[in-house]
């Protein structure tokens, strides 16, 4: 058992507590040792009995817990609240935006024991008369059930990206000599999957059985001629959209996909752009070769260290950006508006400026940049008064609170943002998670140009989670002269591996290695914090 299943096992424990009313201390314990356990690098499965009660914030009693489900696979106090907690409304719990206390509500005074009856019950408007609900209530938890509801099936693409190149081993391996493709959602590195899909060049072969694990994702194994595998690969390699495009009538057996192409007048266009947007009028522009690669990246910006919420200090995340091969690190823990993520005082910030000075002394030439993620406040101004925001050499400026609002009213908190001269980037612009929370809506040409008017670069959230700058807006951007910052937003040290899907959105979207702010060199880099801060 994992830490993240330990976790996970005492944030139930608590929320079942909280749902059922017991004591707020032990609630209070639970929900602790969630939060301590989810934050250690080192698995607790390797740690004595009398180390785990010497961990802070562990304790002797949560200790015993911790014992019981590593010997044992579960909790018996954790057990005995799901067996008096109807299936229906745990499930319920996992709805963003509303807490035990709220399902407890629904549960003991409308008798809500799902999410469907819970659905049902906002559209028959009986949420509004609940204490503690009203009308506003009712319509985000509707919104939020609907939106799940529409995303079950789907998986974000690095949730599957590994069984996905399992199963084309795997099935290599049972299919010696033949050749086997992945193909569809998977290899366009679609954000979003429903289905992974292999192509066989065998039309005849016998298929063998696959394993998929505990994903329930649809698996598609499809077969052709191996003298036509090229011209089915693209067919099952696009959007339906983007080969209409092609005449398929030409070169069926042609070599490769670059022989189709090429016999329908077009250059090349790699997997990722096949969505039938504007990417032939992209390839009329420009060269595949000069599309953003990994390898392209010279330094990783917009990162966080346990100045703030990280999981590593601030040398060790330098350390293992170094040894990565990049050159230079900009840390960005939060600032003080973000209390819940221990956000710097402006005391603290002097703190790690000072410690950034040392190392940047002591692992010379790797360079770390002094850089902050500014809280966007509700009026669009940035946190800190202006000394502090100069001490930095740049800014991410990102919306954290105060999701909730129109298309006018996030524009215009961005557009004041934008044109504040202290902003350098600007951060996941519209803050959706995908499959979990749509991004408030906001104007992007506006935004697009007023970057473009204020020389902002646009941060591309490289977290599979976010991808944010949405890739559909990558070449509005970069036509505009508005540079992308590929960042990891990394918490901890396995988050600078997040850059690859931050390029893979990026190249979909068309987005150019000379149009991509952390492929500048160090040098090139200081230079331009210098004489944008001037």
């Known amino acids: 058992m994992q830490n993240k299943d330990l976790a ?47 961990i802070d914030g562990i304790g002797k009693s949560v200790a015993a817990k911790i014992v019981e489900l590593l010997e044992t696979g579960s909790m018996q106090f954790l057990e005995g609240m799901v067996a008096k907690t109807p299936v229906g409304v745990i499930d319920m719990m996992s709805i963003k935006g509303i807490g035990p206390k709220k399902i407890a509500t629904i549960w003991k005074d409308l008798g809500v024991e799902s999410v469907g009856e819970l659905l049902y019950a906002c559209n028959e408007n009986r949420l509004v008369e609940l204490k503690g609900f009203g009308a506003k209530t009712q319509e985000q938890i509707k919104k939020m059930i609907e939106f799940r509801l529409s995303n079950e099936g789907l998986f974000h693409f690095a949730a599957i990206e590994g069984l996905a190149n399992d199963l084309l081993e795997e099935l290599r391996t049972l299919l010696p000599n033949i050749r086997v493709e992945l193909a569809g959602q998977v290899r366009r590195k679609c954000e979003v999957v429903d289905t992974i899909t292999l192509l066989v060049g065998d039309a005849s072969v016998e298929l063998p059985e696959l394993t998929t694990g505990e994903i329930p994702v649809r698996v598609e194994v499809l077969q052709c001629p191996a003298e036509n595998f090229a011209w089915h690969w693209l067919q099952h390699s696009a959007d339906p959209a983007h080969l209409s495009k092609l005449n398929w009538e030409n070169e069926p057996s042609a070599a490769d996909e670059a022989a189709i192409y090429q016999a329908n007048g077009h250059p090349y266009i790699v997997p990722e752009m096949r969505e039938g947007r504007s990417e032939f009028e992209w390839a009329a522009r420009h060269s595949t070769d000069d599309l953003l690669t990994l390898e392209n990246l010279k330094g990783s910006l917009h990162n966080h260290s346990t100045w703030s919420d990280g999981r590593h200090s601030l040398k060790e995340m330098a350390v293992y950006c170094r040894d990565m091969g990049l050159t230079y690190l900009g840390i960005c823990d939060h600032s003080r508006a973000a209390f819940y993520a221990n956000g710097l005082s402006a005391e603290r910030v002097a703190e790690q400026q000072a410690e950034i000075d040392r190392l ?23 946190d800190y008064e202006a000394p502090v925001l100069a001490s930095f050499d740049f800014i991410v400026a990102s919306v954290h609170s105060n999701l909730k609002m129109d298309r006018e009213k996030a524009t215009n908190r961005l557009l004041t943002a934008i044109e504040n001269p202290y902003t350098t980037i600007l951060g ?48 509005y951007a970069q036509n ?8 990891p937003d990394a918490h901890h040290t396995d988050g600078f591996h997040h850059h690859r899907y931050g390029v893979f959105a990026a190249r979909k979207g068309g987005l150019l290695r000379a149009n991509t702010f952390n492929t500048l060199s160090t040098q090139e880099l200081e230079a331009y914090f210098i004489q944008r801060k001037a």
């Open 480 to 487: 505009k002269g508005v540079m992308i910052s590929i960042n």
């Open 428 to 475: 996941h612009p519209t803050g959706r998670l995908l499959l979990s929370r749509e991004g408030y809506p906001i104007h992007h040409e506006a935004i697009i140009d007023a970057c473009a008017a204020n020389g902002v670069v646009i941060e591309l959230n490289a977290n599979p989670l976010r991808l944010d700058l949405d890739w559909r807006w990558v070449d």
């Open 8 to 54: 996970h096992a005492f944030k139930l424990t608590g929320q079942l507590m909280e749902l059922h009313g017991e004591n707020p201390f032990k609630i209070r314990s639970y929900s602790n040792a969630a939060f301590r356990i989810g934050r250690l690098d080192q698995q607790l499965s390797n740690v004595s009995y009398d180390d785990l009660e010497s």
């Open 360 to 382: 940047n002394v002591e692992l010379a030439p790797f360079k770390i940049f002094k850089g902050i993620e500014s809280d966007i406040l509700n009026d669009g101004s940035l």
